[in-house]
């Protein structure tokens, strides 16, 4: 218990109280001690996520590009295979630098939930 004691103290930051031009400290209340963190606030909008997936599924090399719509199904409407579809959503984590768990991408069948996936995810980008 000491040594974590003695750690804490080394690590921790003293918050200083912030004082605000023309009021007195006891208006400023809890604000006088905030801390600001920074936000990863550069997601994408939902249509800069469905352009670019739709350009991942038109540029693969046995789809049509005239067939793809956001709520195309990969096997269904564009006729390809389950190693097809695992390629696609290869190129997919590509494009977004993601890495997709192998259980969420075998439910990834269609550009709808290629979508939804990838705007839900938060390290998208």
């Known amino acids: 218990m000491a040594l974590r004691?003695?750690?804490?103290?080394?690590?921790?930051?003293?918050v200083q109280n912030l004082a605000v031009r023309g009021s007195n400290q006891s208006q400023i209340g809890f604000l006088g001690s905030m801390r600001a963190f920074s936000s990863h606030?550069?997601?994408?909008?939902k249509q800069d996520v469905v352009d670019r997936v739709l350009d991942v599924v038109k540029s693969f090399p046995k789809v049509d590009p005239a067939k793809v719509t956001p709520e195309v199904h990969f096997q269904k409407d564009l006729g390809l295979?389950?190693?097809d579809t695992?390629?696609?959503?290869?190129?997919?984590e590509e494009e977004f630098k993601l890495e997709?768990?192998?259980?969420?991408a075998d439910k990834i069948d269609s550009c709808s939930?290629?979508?939804?996936y990838v705007f839900n995810h938060p390290m998208s980008s």
């Not at 606030?41 to 909008?45: A, F, G, Q, V, Y």
């Not at 997709?100 to 969420?104: L, S, Y």
């Open 41 to 45: 606030d550069d997601h994408l909008s």
């Open 113 to 116: 939930l290629a979508i939804e």
């Open 5 to 14: 004691n003695a750690l804490l103290r080394h690590l921790r930051v003293p």
């Open 86 to 92: 695992v390629e696609i959503v290869m190129a997919i």
């Open 100 to 104: 997709i768990p192998d259980k969420e």
């Open 81 to 83: 295979d389950s190693l």
